[in-house]
């Protein structure tokens, strides 16, 4: 494979293992992981009950990887009187979040970890590291919650704490004012888990998929409406997906991928696509059981590369800890109007609305205080932003949109065709309805001819059965008759015999 060429390679929904150039950091699963500029971030995860602390860096051009040296906080009485303020943790089940140029790291379990829920912010020009102060009803500490961003505000559902309670509240994090609230949702929400999914459609449905409990692993799908905070449970078109958790999921457009997980004793082999605006499931692909794409505790992000839209994925563990880059270029889809949320042609724009203001409203983001020089400048300098990536996007999203226009116009045609056609069958059907109507009318009258001549034929058969009665009687009496005269001719033969024997006369 030509490393500086692997995308012309690839095909549409098949997943392709890239050669890497040089060393790999190590195996590991239930990291963090982004894509920012055409390269995959890593941070942390798991190793044989090890967590990691290590940010690597993979480049999706030159495919090598490299290690980022961060700039930390090295003020030790600063440490002391603020827990949170401590060199870049070894963690795992974090989440990580691309808002202008930093990467926000937030929650995981790690050996140290705090009461509450963390929230670390890396500047991407200048490598400084540090712990954002937040407000208000900051979250308990957790592991295993999602996290996803809509609009300037990052949503968190469920997780595991550190005594293992198992959590399904929400909370909202303004990205703006660095403030936590809880939300306070009506109906019923998801059961407690954590290791699940998540993601966020129309910048208004947040979606939660899969998951585990202690002891169940969940295959369902929960809506959260984000402007009437009420839960819902909608029915699932498509294919049977089976329970699953440490999946990873990912987006774009409105279609949502979901790459491996498992149940603890086998890894989940398909690649699931989900379609937002139909709520419908469909297999892209599948791997074989044991492929590192099969594996719990993978992640998965969505790249532009060289023009295209690509899905990444990196590590994860199937009885073997992983270390590998795969890459899938989803095949464009040209879906027709949604029939429950609002048009794809809307949600492009809102998506390209809400990245150009995350680039707008990142640097409000403010790091917590402290007297490192080289640290404040992180608040102070805002370098300028290049828009190129995103203007190609936006023009990839036209191109999409013009496609979809014109498939929805040819499907407008086929649709009046298809009218057409039902008027002159439904012509046709009239004439016969009327015909058989008039048939009916016959047959009816035939009918009513039929039980007047049973009920006459019924009539006839009461008199024949009197008169069969009567002549019973008759035959009767006849036979009575018979009898006594047959008893008198007896008699009087008897009474005729006696007195020829008187008179001697002989019998001849």
């Known amino acids: 494979m030509d490393i500086n060429n692997w995308h012309s390679e690839s095909e549409y929904d098949q997943w392709l293992r890239l050669p890497v150039s040089g060393p790999r950091p190590s195996a590991r699963y239930k990291h963090a992981a982004a894509v920012v500029d055409e390269k995959l971030y890593i941070s942390g995860g798991s190793r044989n009950g090890r967590y990691l602390s290590d940010i690597q860096v993979f480049d999706l051009r030159s495919l090598a990887w490299s290690a980022l040296k961060l700039k930390m906080e090295t003020d030790a009485d600063k440490v002391e009187e603020n827990k949170l303020q401590e060199d870049f943790p070894a963690t795992s089940g974090h989440n990580m979040i691309n808002w202008g140029n930093k990467l926000l790291i937030l929650g995981g379990h ?40 809509v609009g300037s505000r990052l949503i968190m559902f469920g997780g595991e704490d550190r005594s293992r309670h198992l959590l399904n509240d929400v909370h909202v994090l303004d990205l703006d004012t660095m ?155 040209h879906s027709t109007r949604p029939k429950i949320f609002q048009s794809p042609a809307a949600a492009a724009a809102a998506a390209s609305v809400t990245a150009a203001y995350a680039l707008a409203k990142s640097e409000k983001l403010e790091f917590i205080e402290t007297e490192d020089s080289n640290f404040e400048g992180v608040k102070e300098n805002n370098p300028v932003q290049d828009f190129s990536i995103e203007i190609n996007a936006i023009r990839e999203e036209n191109k999409v949109l013009e496609s979809l226009v014109a498939d929805v116009k040819a499907e407008n045609s086929r649709v009046r065709e298809k009218i057409d056609d039902i008027n002159g069958t439904y012509a046709e059907l009239s004439k016969e309805l009327h015909s058989v109507q008039g048939q009916l009318v016959v047959e009816r009258s035939r009918c009513s001819k039929l039980e007047a001549q049973i009920a006459e034929l019924q009539k006839m058969l009461e008199t024949s059965q009197s008169i069969e009665d009567e002549v019973q009687q008759l035959r009767r009496q006849k036979s009575m008759v018979d009898r006594n005269m047959e008893m008198a001719a007896a008699q009087t033969q008897g009474s005729g015999g006696v007195w020829r024997w008187i008179a001697g006369t002989p019998n001849t």
């Not at 705090?114 to 490598?127: K, M, P, Q």
């Open 110 to 149: 790690s050996k140290n970890s705090f009461d509450v829920v963390a929230v670390r912010a890396i500047d991407l020009e200048t490598h400084h590291c540090g712990v954002i102060k937040t407000s208000g009803k900051v979250p308990v500490a957790r592991g295993g919650q999602s996290v996803t961003l």
């Open 179 to 333: 403030t936590w609230d809880v939300v306070e949702a009506t109906q019923t929400p998801p059961a407690p888990r954590f290791d699940h999914t998540a993601a966020v459609h129309a910048e208004r449905y947040l979606l939660i998929f899969g998951g585990c409990s202690h002891s169940i692993f969940f295959n369902d799908l929960h809506i959260l409406d984000l402007q009437t905070m009420e839960w819902s449970q909608p029915q699932i078109q498509g294919d049977l997906v089976i329970p699953r958790a440490g999946h990873a999921g990912t987006t774009i457009d409105e279609n949502w991928y979901i790459v491996g997980g498992g149940d603890n004793k086998s890894g989940t082999p398909e690649t699931l696509l989900f379609n937002m605006s139909k709520l419908g499931w469909s297999v892209l692909t599948s791997v074989k059981e044991r492929d590192p794409l099969a594996s719990e505790g993978l992640s998965v992000c969505s790249a532009f590369v060289n023009g295209e839209k690509h899905l990444v994925a990196f590590g994860g563990y199937n009885g073997r800890y992983n270390n590998e880059v795969f890459v899938m270029k989803p095949k464009p889809t």
